[in-house]
């Protein structure tokens, strides 16, 4: 359907936009400068730049076009259409093709698409993440080989260097199957990102801080939105299990130090508690159980449903910005309390970064107005009870 077309120009501050509208040349629309407040003028009829007539036809296609008001490359269309989210995908993907974005919104009940010229794609050099992968073996290396030469985890029969190396290939299995999952879910919905950036921590205990993927394309929907954050700990949790179970199986009840002031990934002391009867506080871990451990425990942290966090994402896909947003600030208070008042400082500290890292608020998928759907809903449960089986909990 051909929509009439009006340039119109502020006679105050020289503002122009396009709009859907019959006026002639010459008319004026009293104070409607969005810029200024002055009064617009009519100067062009019937022309509409070759951005607008692309987007505006593939918008026309899948939604009734209300109204429109258009600005190099920027658009506000109202719309209406009777399934929002197969329409928003579909044109999505066609105006993509035309270089452009589209986001949808809802605003005192009606229906908005708003359009934008699409930024060019960040080029990503890989050699930085290969050095930084090859510097997080370094790391855990050395991790697993202080954990055995201090007699922290169980004694291998092929000495310390075996240890090491059993310790940090399946804590890096475990981290990558993390980053496996959020690619995976990238690659299903058209979303570029980069491969993981492992993060290297030369720390006796643990050897790393994980690893990152930076997501360098908007995410189009709920749906994706709630897969990208979800997929990753789903993954690293499923690979998790099996290592660790096989980490206590082969663990002694005694000796060991580790776990005497550590809070324990409920899914850990419940292996225990099958292994031995009760959970050992003085357990002498084998490097698989404690690479188990740690990744059990960053997938909780993962989990978290703050910020752009892993969970923040599956949660943002069922809350509105608003909502989320003050659940961000609540997680973050909340554990700087429970932080001070039971002396834990990585708490403390863990509170503090939410608050400081997610201070804005998480802006959600491009189709912000659709609801999840039936498996969308299930992600979200299954990524519910993993965060609850990854708790630390006293011991």
Same mark, same amino acid.
């Given at each position: 359907? =051909?929509?009439?077309?009006?340039?119109?120009?502020? =006679?105050?501050?020289?503002?122009?936009?396009?709009?859907?509208?019959?006026?002639?040349?010459?008319?004026?629309?009293?104070? =409607?400068?969005?810029?200024?407040?002055?009064?617009?003028?009519?100067?062009?009829?019937?022309?509409?730049?070759?951005?607008?007539?692309?987007?505006?036809?593939?918008?026309?296609?899948?939604?009734?076009?209300?109204?429109?008001?258009?600005?190099?490359?920027?658009?506000?269309?109202?719309?209406?259409?009777?399934?929002?989210?197969?329409?928003?995908?579909?044109?999505?993907?066609?105006?993509?093709?035309?270089?452009?974005?589209?986001?949808?919104?809802?605003?005192?009940?009606?229906?908005?698409?708003?359009?934008?010229?699409?930024?060019?794609?960040?080029?990503?050099?890989?050699?930085?993440?290969?050095?930084?992968?090859?510097?997080?073996?370094?790391?855990?290396?050395?991790?697993?080989?202080?954990?055995?030469?201090?007699?922290?985890?169980?004694?291998?029969?092929?000495?310390?260097?075996?240890?090491?190396?059993?310790?940090?290939?399946?804590?890096?299995?475990?981290?990558?199957?993390?980053?496996?999952?959020?690619?995976?879910?990238?690659?299903?919905?058209?979303?570029?990102?980069?491969?993981?950036?492992?993060?290297?921590?030369?720390?006796?205990?643990?050897?790393?801080?994980?690893?990152?993927?930076?997501?360098?394309?908007?995410?189009?929907?709920?749906?994706?939105?709630?897969?990208?954050?979800?997929?990753?700990?789903?993954?690293?949790?499923?690979?998790?299990?099996?290592?660790?179970?096989?980490?206590?199986?082969?663990?002694?009840?005694?000796?060991?130090?580790?776990?005497?002031?550590?809070?324990?990934?409920?899914?850990?002391?419940?292996?225990?508690?099958?292994?031995?009867?009760?959970?050992?506080?003085?357990?002498?871990?084998?490097?698989?159980?404690?690479?188990?451990?740690?990744?059990?425990?960053?997938?909780?942290?993962?989990?978290?449903?703050?910020?752009?966090?892993?969970?923040?994402?599956?949660?943002?896909?069922?809350?509105?910005?608003?909502?989320?947003?003050?659940?961000?600030?609540?997680?973050?208070?909340?554990?700087?309390?429970?932080?001070?008042?039971?002396?834990?400082?990585?708490?403390?500290?863990?509170?503090?970064?939410?608050?400081?890292?997610?201070?804005?608020?998480?802006?959600?998928?491009?189709?912000?107005?659709?609801?999840?759907?039936?498996?969308?809903?299930?992600?979200?449960?299954?990524?519910?009870?993993?965060?609850?089986?990854?708790?630390?909990?006293?011991?």
């Amino acid at each position: 359907m =051909e929509h009439p077309v009006a340039k119109y120009r502020c =006679e105050r501050c020289g503002y122009d936009e396009y709009r859907m509208s019959a006026r002639e040349v010459g008319e004026i629309a009293l104070g =409607e400068c969005p810029r200024c407040g002055g009064d617009f003028q009519v100067v062009e009829c019937g022309k509409k730049p070759k951005e607008l007539a692309e987007v505006e036809e593939a918008i026309g296609k899948r939604f009734e076009i209300l109204d429109f008001s258009f600005r190099r490359g920027r658009g506000d269309f109202l719309v209406e259409t009777r399934d929002p989210s197969r329409a928003f995908l579909k044109t999505f993907r066609a105006v993509k093709k035309r270089g452009f974005l589209i986001a949808m919104r809802e605003r005192e009940g009606e229906l908005h698409l708003l359009t934008t010229k699409a930024p060019p794609v960040e080029k990503s050099n890989i050699a930085t993440n290969i050095v930084l992968l090859l510097a997080t073996i370094g790391t855990t290396l050395f991790a697993g080989f202080y954990l055995s030469s201090h007699n922290l985890v169980i004694q291998g029969a092929w000495g310390h260097f075996s240890n090491a190396i059993l310790f940090s290939l399946a804590l890096m299995a475990i981290l990558g199957a993390h980053e496996m999952g959020h690619k995976i879910a990238a690659w299903r919905h058209d979303v570029a990102t980069t491969w993981p950036y492992f993060i290297p921590f030369p720390h006796p205990y643990i050897g790393t801080f994980g690893a990152v993927i930076k997501v360098k394309s908007p995410i189009p929907t709920k749906e994706a939105l709630v897969e990208m954050g979800a997929c990753g700990p789903i993954l690293g949790f499923l690979l998790a299990l099996p290592i660790t179970t096989m980490g206590i199986a082969l663990s002694e009840p005694l000796g060991g130090e580790l776990f005497k002031v550590l809070p324990t990934p409920l899914i850990f002391a419940l292996l225990g508690i099958f292994k031995f009867g009760h959970f050992p506080s003085a357990l002498n871990p084998h490097p698989f159980a404690w690479a188990g451990f740690i990744g059990l425990l960053v997938t909780w942290l993962n989990l978290i449903p703050a910020g752009q966090l892993d969970g923040g994402h599956v949660v943002r896909g069922v809350l509105s910005k608003e909502q989320h947003h003050r659940l961000t600030r609540t997680l973050g208070f909340t554990f700087i309390v429970l932080g001070l008042l039971t002396g834990i400082l990585p708490l403390t500290m863990w509170g503090l970064l939410i608050l400081l890292l997610f201070g804005t608020p998480h802006g959600g998928a491009l189709d912000d107005v659709s609801k999840l759907r039936g498996r969308q809903k299930i992600i979200v449960g299954v990524a519910l009870a993993i965060f609850i089986l990854c708790l630390p909990i006293p011991l």
